[in-house]
């Protein structure tokens, strides 16, 4: 059985594209985005199974 660990970070909504594409060159897979505090900002869930490696 596939164990994971879940992270949660921001993405600012000028940014977004760099943002996921550095948590995904980590491996992260982005789950679900939610919105933040303010409207320049989302919250982004983001999983991957524990022990992957970020992508070389």
Known sequence: MTKWEYLTA???VHAAK???DNFGA???E???VVPGMNP???V???KRP???E???
Do not use: C, M, R, S
């Open 44 to 46: 982004g869930y983001f």
């Open 18 to 20: 760099q943002i996921l």
């Open 30 to 32: 982005l789950v679900q």
């Open 26 to 28: 980590d491996g992260w």
């Open 10 to 12: 921001p993405i600012l």
């Open 40 to 42: 320049e900002n989302l």
């Open 54 to 56: 970020a992508a070389q």
């Open 50 to 52: 524990v022990g992957a």
